[in-house]
């Protein structure tokens, strides 16, 4: 009985050892890029924007290549941790290039795009997107470069090295990647190293246009993250726009742009809270919020992924939208209703002109 007993506690004490031994691996491995990275722009265009032209921007985040409409994460409550194989991730992601193609989009923001991941098949993702979308140019904004994450058990979700893609069929200057506050305590290490960039376009008549493509947090547990992040994107918004530049973001916001999507598409949120109404209090002068949505046909930008889609039961909203300055001119902002078949997510378009 004693040799047993003594096994056991060997047994137990090992299991404890590599528990440390992981926890500590997690902690050292973990990293964040400095802020004001200038990142590296591909197959330049060399025609400048000009004001008074209608330009068409597509915002999408693709969700790794994994959710087609079949599809639950766990994280959300439903049962997958990765893909459910490489050629899955290259049909999805097959397929939301199409539906961004169909748009003949001027300008493409691209979130959850993985670069090698163990949830992704270690496809790269940014290879296939840059090959559909070829004659744009693009830029790589590393957003997530997590350790591997040995959860859940059976099917661990790895480690992942993902970001943000920007493309523009117009000539831009540079791109500087910039680091938004995230959480300091140990929910970092399931957060993204979050970021935005900034691409800086000349235009013909002087002046300067500059893109924003941001992904902000979501299950944020302290609330006060979340108003720095608002806080350090608006207020960069607002000084390129008080310095005279036509300023356009777009992307996920992690915000419910519509501050009530269970009324407005008629599905019980169900308890669900990690998308609050978008604070648009805190928008500076001359910047406003370009919310996706056609009244006569409202479409939502997102699901939880808690389970397969169903049209009658997901929890859908409106994360998905754009800011802009008022001396940029909206002209549609729409949600391109996929019926969730590449992502979590459909796309969202801006038809806006540059004000002479």
Request: net charge negative; glycine share 8%.
């Amino acid at each position: 009985m004693k040799r047993w007993k003594k096994i056991t506690l060997g047994a137990a004490g090992g299991i404890a050892a590599a528990l440390l031994a992981y926890v500590g691996y997690v902690f050292a491995a973990y990293d964040r890029l400095e802020d004001c990275i200038e990142l590296h722009v591909e197959q330049n265009a060399a025609q400048q924007a000009e004001a008074g032209v209608p330009y068409t921007l597509v915002s999408y985040n693709v969700g790794f290549g994994a959710y087609s409409a079949d599809y639950s994460f766990f994280m959300d409550g439903g049962t997958e941790s990765r893909a459910y194989s490489a050629q899955a991730v290259r049909d999805n992601l097959s397929g939301a290039m199409g539906e961004v193609q169909s748009l003949h989009p001027d300008f493409v923001f691209l979130q959850e795009v993985d670069q090698d991941a163990t949830r992704s098949h270690h496809v790269d993702e940014t290879q296939l997107v840059r090959e559909a979308l070829d004659g744009l140019s693009s830029s790589f904004a590393q957003n997530y470069d997590s350790p591997y994450l040995f959860w859940p058990i059976l099917e661990p979700h790895g480690a992942s090295k993902s970001g943000i893609l920007t493309f523009s069929g117009y000539k831009v200057d540079w791109v500087v990647r910039r680091s938004l506050p995230i959480a300091t305590g140990p929910s970092k290490l399931i957060d993204l190293d979050r970021c935005y960039s900034v691409s800086t376009l000349p235009v013909s008549n002087g002046r300067t246009l500059r893109l924003y493509n941001v992904h902000l947090s979501a299950y944020l547990t302290d609330g006060e993250v979340a108003v720095q992040q608002m806080n350090m994107l608006l207020e960069d918004m607002y000084s390129a726009y008080a310095a005279g530049d036509y300023v356009v973001c777009g992307g996920d916001f992690n915000k419910d742009l519509l501050g009530d999507s269970a009324a407005v598409f008629g599905v019980s949120g169900n308890g669900e809270n990690w998308a609050a109404p978008f604070p648009e209090e805190m928008l500076p002068e001359g910047i406003t919020l370009a919310a996706p949505l056609e009244e006569s046909a409202p479409v939502p930008s997102c699901r939880n992924a808690d389970a397969p889609y169903d049209p009658e039961k997901s929890f859908v909203l409106t994360v998905d939208g754009f800011l802009v300055s008022d001396n940029v001119e909206v002209r549609r902002a729409w949600t391109v209703d996929t019926g969730f078949a590449w992502s979590d997510h459909n796309p969202v378009a801006l038809t806006f002109v540059l004000r002479p």
